[in-house]
C-alpha cells in the first residue's frame, strides 16, 4: 500500500494551493480519508476527514470555511483544497487510510505559508 501527496509549496498568506494523496494497492473506495498536518514542536492534528462514500466530512475548526476535502473513487485519490492560507497553516500535511483495523499513512508533503 502506497499513499502518495504532492502539492505542497511556499504560498504567500492569503494564497491557495491544492494537496493531493494518490493511493495504491489498496481498495479506495471503501477506505475513510482524512488530512493531519503537524507543525515543528507541536502534536499531529486531524484537519479534515471524509468518509468511504464522500457522505460525511469534518474539519478542525481552524480551518472550516478555507479548506475543502474531497475524493475521486476513480483516481484512488483525496484532495485538499486550501484557500486563504495562515501562516499558522506551516506544517508537514499527511493523508491517511483507514478501515477497520486497517490504517495507512502518507510520507507528508511541506506546506509553507510566509511572505
Known amino acids: 500500500v502506497q499513499l502518495v501527496e504532492s502539492g505542497g509549496g511556499l504560498v504567500q498568506p492569503g494564497g491557495s494551493l491544492r494537496l493531493s494523496c494518490a493511493a495504491s494497492?489498496?481498495?479506495?473506495?471503501?477506505?475513510?480519508m482524512s488530512w493531519y498536518r503537524q507543525a515543528p514542536g507541536k502534536e499531529r492534528e486531524l484537519v479534515a476527514a471524509?468518509?468511504?462514500?464522500?457522505?460525511?466530512?469534518n474539519y478542525v475548526d481552524s480551518v472550516k470555511g478555507r479548506f475543502t476535502i474531497s475524493r475521486d473513487n476513480a483516481k484512488n485519490t483525496v484532495y485538499l483544497q486550501m484557500n486563504s492560507l495562515k501562516p499558522e497553516d506551516t506544517a508537514v500535511y499527511h493523508c491517511?487510510?483507514?478501515?477497520?483495523?486497517?490504517?495507512?499513512w502518507g510520507q507528508g508533503t511541506q506546506v509553507t505559508v510566509s511572505s
Open positions: 494497492g489498496l481498495t479506495f473506495s471503501i477506505y475513510d
Open positions: 471524509m468518509s468511504s462514500a464522500g457522505g460525511s466530512t
Open positions: 491517511r487510510a483507514r478501515f477497520k483495523w486497517l490504517d495507512y
